[in-house]
């Protein structure tokens, strides 16, 4: 066991040590960044405009750009947090409220040396968590039939429901909404073409990448430009980016803490980096000794959540590789990725491919060494580049969408779809209604459908059997107590408090 | 007077009844089966029968809880985001891809910031000339370059 581990290990560095994959691997990193200290497009738009291109690359190159290209941006969005007070990035909101105040302190340099070790640290250790946890869960998970993971998939959905922000009842809606939107198409069992009204482009269902575009791309877009362009950019000196023996006592805690906070939390479906950050903040604010400091420039309050956020991006590859089961709407993403180059993400990953395993594995820690080294000094191209105002930057993006969905079928209607999703996401988006577990849901949809279906073909019709079999059963009282949790109103009032934060 | 003091929690209802009613409208057209055989239409409409119940659990919460009103939309973004898209997707088979995209451009400009006629120019030639070279010429995309009738 031991031993295989390390020649696993082996394999995959020999695989992410090819040029062409270490090239895709930079790419993939410098455009994580890029789009990190941008604010207004994310990691779910870039991946969604960058998967159409991802058909003519090798499976592992184009898995290995796109990780890339989703923890590159939890580095890139810390920067633009502690220099320019802008979150490039959801997932580091949080990082600006100490960030900033300690680059307004003259402590920029100590801030922005903090996130990328921080961010590093947790890289290498969720990634051999990664590493260590994939293969021995995938083996139980090819123990699972249809009713097994028929109840995971509840218990996924009802899971990120829970996590989800803002109003229960209107994630749950969310999700519904997406199961249905992920029944359009030929039904596999019947062969009956649903939802379709005679269109015959939506025999193959609603593209993945033309609903996440519109949902996330589009209506980004549009909601941007409806807000004022007040982006002002203050270049400051960065100062010794060296931390003193002080700072870094303080720190390495607080790092730990988030490492361990943020693994835990990427797994989970509907976690992920945004969730982890503020809840490693306020995790921090707690138990620290400096806890009085938090908000006036406390260094424990940058290290923590960027250990968790970057933490979380690389965990939550762990339900992708062995379940097949996305956790959050990047993993939904490069699960079509795989499905692009013909690989069914699930557990039979690690063990029929364990070159792209393992090579995408090992390229994780190789980009995290990438960003580290890459990261700080050319922190004055990323600042400069946020000088880029938003009108140059739209019409590019613009470009990016239309001819990446064009190319999908290479038929104006895909990016009819995608525009009447951008103004679908738009209402959602007045309305407080999160897209994310909408996308989840879709993804979930046909595969949720084709388990039920079997197991109950094998139960002959007794939907008992989703609480005989002792895992499936687990899975449905887990999934129970967490929505009676939610609905305890003690603790649906603590929750409503933890997701106002981040307003 | 009957007034609505939760608006965002209204629409989010309305929304989720007609999708749930939609899409269980549609369903019925297809064989349910049985639980032990189902049809194409069974897993549909379950879903959109929930769908519809928590449309309306979401409305009637709307009524007796309190919430902001909903921002009002600009509709000038979203006209001109909208019809740029949809100009290029169907004037690229025709024009080709330097127009299209020209034009895409162009429409976009309307949809609100300022803009100063040079910028537009430079930023069109930009972009189409880094589309031309990275996705026909790099990716091999199969797209027209020139009008149809040119050719």
Known sequence: MELA???NLTLGFNVAFQWINLLYCLIGVLLGTLIGVLPGIGPVA????LLPITFNLSPLCALIMLAGIYYGAQYGGSTTSILVNIPGEAASVVTCLDGYQMARKGKAGPALATAAIGSFFAGCVSTIIVAMFAPPLANIALKFGPAEYFSLMFFGLVAAIVLAHGSLLKAIAMVLLGLLFGLVGTDVSSGEIRFTFGIYELADGIGFVTLAMGLFGVSEIIANLQAKEGREVFTRKVGRLMLSKNEFHRVWKAILRGTAFGSILGILPGGGPVLASFGAYALEKKVSPYSSEFGQGAIEGVAAPEAANNAAAQSSFIPLLTLGIPSNAVMALMIGAMMIQGIIPGPKVVSDKPE???GLIASMWIGNAMLVILNLPLIGIWIRLLTVPYRFLYPSILVFMAIGVY???NSPFDVLLMTLFGILGHIFAKLECEPAPLILGFILGPMMEENLRRALLLSRGDPFVLITKPISASFLIAALALLIIVFAPAIRQKREEVFVEDQ | MFRIHNPKEFGSGLIFIFFGIFFALISLNYRLGTAARMGPGYFP????????LMGGI???RSLITKGEGIMRIKFQPLIFITLSLLLFAYLLPLLGLVLALGIMIITSVFAGLKFHFKEVLFLCVL?????VFVFVKGLGLPFLLWP???N
């Open chain 1, 5 to 7: 581990f390390f020649q």
């Open chain 1, 46 to 49: 870039t991946i969604a405009m």
């Open chain 1, 356 to 358: 792209l395993f393992w």
């Open chain 1, 407 to 409: 190319s999908l079928s």
């Open chain 2, 45 to 52: 409409l379950m879903l959109s029968i929930f769908l519809s």
């Open chain 2, 58 to 60: 979401i409305l009637l």
């Open chain 2, 127 to 131: 972009l189409i000339i880094f589309a």
């Open chain 2, 148 to 150: 149809k009738f040119l």
